[in-house]
């Protein structure tokens, strides 16, 4: 019989200090047995990671990607290093194996580096001789014998592309939290936790502000179609399965409920309605080193349309000197901004086969007398800027108009 | 013309913390020019080593070697990023390499590993386009790729080894006292720097209980003949050279005086005076994993003879049951043991062509009223065992019978 493999991922919080490693460590040999291997990827212990940047800062306002990588990969060397220790406590045999040394090959952009490819060679070896293995995230290793890491929330990529790589039944993402839920608890008391969600829903959630997991590492399972399942490391209860389509026979038309307050809303006003001019806007904008988010351009009628666009609030300042640049480059009116707007989006699979969703949600709006600025949707997804102060009204709403306060 | 190689090592204390590294970073820059090029060595700062060790031991009371190898090694490697980056931001340029990315080639013993080859391809390669290299200290590779550690004091080792790899002119060995001194000047005022002193002679001392550097690194230095330049990374002041031997004319008989407190003596009485015997003691004691140091054994005139032996303090329970245990198979009479002693040594690579030290050592103790226990010798050494509440008198007494005080 082929043996079960799990690969579990631990993140920061999870393994903050020996206490919690050595709690991981009991949850970790739980899973093992003669029927089951076990890989596990794990995060910098906590603040390591800050910290370690911090000191860099100190000694250099622009240290070299190169090095930066050197020295933050050490923090998941010391958390693997440590947990191996703690499994092996409790009776199991285990190895802790850096990226380079399981062969977590990458390119070599530093500090943002793209796994190309996980060897299973040393990892099968381990499973052979009856070993849990403790990788530790967030780090690779280029063709020339360079460390590199993967980004902030790379150890999520990390246990993706070795479930991949191991051909796992199921990866596990250990976080603090119990699930993905149908929006935050904190805004909504009666926010329920999913039991299911699809890659697709995910990918908007995680984009959309709920900051569970890396994006990136949510496109490679769902390309994959390798199963998450998001838990926390502090319960044994279930979490949410990420999967490429839920089970449900009636889906539901909306999963989530997911708000940004971290936007700022830009209009060029009067652009000539000429074919290419929404390129030269946005060229600028992105030379000017900033994502934008939401944009919306109405049909024009009169040979001059106004063209809005969001961008993260941190980036306002540099966004609006390109936005007044190019305007009078051409010939456009006048760019007004506003740091006080919102953004709440329904998230939703069932979306596509379920009709009237936009108007409920424009009516469960209007009913909690909540203006609506701009709307933009995706295939999956309804998203409403609207004033800051009424974005908590807006969720809760929503939430409820889309009856996902009810089981 | 060739170019000079210099290989520095800084110790945890010269990069402590950033204002130190950035200070050792303008000690490196200084050196560097366009005839000659610098590798540095460095160790992890300050206690990061004890902390990661404390860390351990809070997983468990016996981690195992191989993973604690992987931990210990980041305190390396952080280290010798952020090195890298103070001194990239004096505007040279710079690579950081852990010791497998250099290619510090050991045997597979984790925790003492014995380096076998250190490839110079990387460190040449760098040179060459004009970089400081900067190689974390204390560890290395296996051909498996593991990573190992080369014991306490290992950087020391790292350095030696790299300088013979790439054939550099001088080893310079920073740390935090100006250099080699007669004795320790926090016991004897007078305590004069040392200009020179031979590799036999700072091995003596090392072994000896002087602390400035460790023993096997001098061991590799004189083995391949690699002056090194024990210097204060305080201050621009000359230390002391370690070198083959010393160019003064006229060598001086006694270097330097040492003291050991950390020692304990074992005395076996009426040891039966047969073949074989002294191994069959000594055997037993090795095996209870004591290292012995000072042995006597007078010459035997009545079939029985008593053998004494210093063991370190710290290790006196082991060996007094080891002892005991062998006296009983020997038919050995009793065993004593006293905690109260200590060791104070001459040594001099002079004393080979010197007559009468051994008798003007003995005199300046009976002087300053010490009464002599035991008596060892070596070619260019000689140490006695006396009480140790008269160690700081003897030490004295002996530093200003040999002159040690006098230019």
Known sequence: MKKKIVVQKYGGSSVANPERIKA??????SYKNKDTDVAVVVSAMADTTDDLEALAFQISKNPADREMDLLLSTGEQISCALLAMAVRELGFDSVALTGYQVGVRTDSTHGKARVEQIDDKRIKKAFKSGKIVIMAGYQGVTADNEITTLGRGGSDLSAVALAKAIKADVCEIYTDVTGIYTTDPRMVPEARKLNEI????MLEMASLGAQVMQARSIEVAKRFNIPLHVRSSYSKEEGTMIVKSVKNIETIAVTGVTSNKNEAKITICAVPDQPGISATIFNAIAQAGVNVDVIVQNVSHTKKTDISFTVPKSDITKALSAAEGVARKINAG??????????????????RSHQGIAATMFQALATAKVNIDMIATSEISISCIIALDKVDNAVKALHKAFGLDKK
Chains 1, 2 share one sequence.
């Not at 991981?24 to 040999?29: F, G, K, L, S, Y």
């Not at 699809?198 to 829903?201: L, N, Q, V």
């Not at 006048?334 to 979306?351: L, N, Q, Y």
Request: cysteine-free; aromatic content about 4%.
């Open 334 to 351: 006048e760019v007004i901004h506003s740091k006080d707007i919102a953004r709440v989006s329904i998230v939703g699979s069932g979306m």
């Open 198 to 201: 699809t890659f697709d829903e």
């Open 24 to 29: 991981v460590a009991e949850r970790i040999t």
